[in-house]
């Protein structure tokens, strides 16, 4: 019985992330799962040079820098079946025409939430142990910190509440295991059961806040989570606590929280703001504070191979007539990244 044809498939995405994404072994493999051209890479689906190889692709590989997947994809792509996405969410990606089409989409946010949570795990250590304070005061004094002003330091005991049991989430709560923390969780679609099975308390949101030594969010960007910690929920985190944003800047008040920070009530540590980046005269850049990053935690580098290997192994299943193993259902979105 002769073997069925490999599906043929096409990248989308900026170029630039294309070496790192799939590297000669990952790439390797690619070829041999799928008719593909690993020197094409699509950045506009309407440009007439494409329309060819477009009319006839049954998968679509995509990644940053993709144009949105709407009915224009779909009039370009009339074999489309399949959608590997080498990135995080595909919320703001994928149009409503695809999901209406029945196009399967499949992403790789799973190997993305990893250095979030890897990210995450460090600065509440860093945290824990008040490293960016006196890391502040030692530039400053070139002196070594009195036991006055480390009694308050260290990990021991320390009360970190997660908000959100997402994917990135529940990898954090693995990794916060080891460690001598108490841990308190928030997320409306968790039980009681499955947060102790996580190894957290569930909290409601305010209780959690008012708990915590350090809080750290976790939770989709969607339209119940806007603003979420607005300035009467921060006012909740006691004095001195930290707050750890990875997930998405428009989660918390800018203006509020900028006033916490201004006044040295609060910590943070923000690799997300709202707006990204910050305008140049934003404060937040000079406090002490504060520990702002350019929104890094997610996959950059070595880390973007991961990302790659998931959707490798996603064609090599489709090609082998099975279904995907990171599908992303169009009711999901609703309440996931």
């Not at 006839?56 to 590997?84: F, H, Q, S, Y």
Request: a negative charge.
């Amino acid at each position: 019985m002769p073997s069925p044809q490999p599906p043929t498939a096409v990248f989308a995405m900026d170029p630039v992330h294309l070496p790192l994404l799939f590297p000669p072994p990952l790439m390797a493999r690619l070829i041999r799962a799928s008719d593909i051209d690993p020197a094409l890479v699509v950045r506009d689906f309407a440009d007439p040079a494409v329309a060819s190889d477009l009319a006839r692709t049954e998968v679509l590989i995509t990644g940053w820098g993709c144009p949105r997947l709407d009915a224009g994809l779909l009039a370009a792509t009339p074999m489309l079946r399949t959608v590997l996405h080498a990135a995080g969410s595909v919320r703001s990606l994928v149009g409503e025409a695809l999901w209406k089409h029945g196009v399967t989409v499949s992403s790789a946010v799973t190997g993305n939430a990893l250095p979030v949570a890897e990210y995450t795990l460090a600065m509440i250590l860093l945290a824990g142990k008040d490293a960016f304070t006196h890391r502040e005061r030692y530039r400053a004094t070139h002196a070594y910190p009195t036991s006055a002003e480390t009694a308050s330091t260290g990990n021991v005991g320390r009360r970190i509440g997660v908000i959100g049991a997402s994917r990135v989430g529940r990898r954090l709560l693995e990794l916060l295991r080891p460690f001598d923390f108490t841990v308190l969780l928030h997320d409306p679609y968790v039980s009681s059961a499955e947060a102790a099975g996580l190894g957290a308390e569930p909290l409601s949101l305010e209780d959690l806040l008012r708990r915590s030594d350090i809080v750290t969010l976790h939770a989709p960007e969607i339209p119940e989570t806007y603003r979420m910690l607005d300035r009467d929920r921060l006012a909740l985190i006691r004095d001195g606590g930290v707050l750890i944003n990875t997930s998405r800047g428009a989660l918390v008040d800018p203006g509020a929280l900028t006033d916490e920070l201004v006044s040295g009530r609060l910590h943070a540590v923000l690799d997300v703001t709202d707006p990204e980046p910050l305008p140049a005269g934003s404060p937040l850049y000079h406090l002490p504070n504060v520990f702002l990053t350019p929104h890094i935690a997610g996959s950059l580098g070595n880390e973007l191979e991961r990302l790659g290997r998931i959707v490798v192994e996603e064609l090599e299943r489709l090609a082998a007539g099975l279904p995907p193993a990171h599908q992303v259902r169009h009711a999901d979105l609703s309440r996931v990244a």
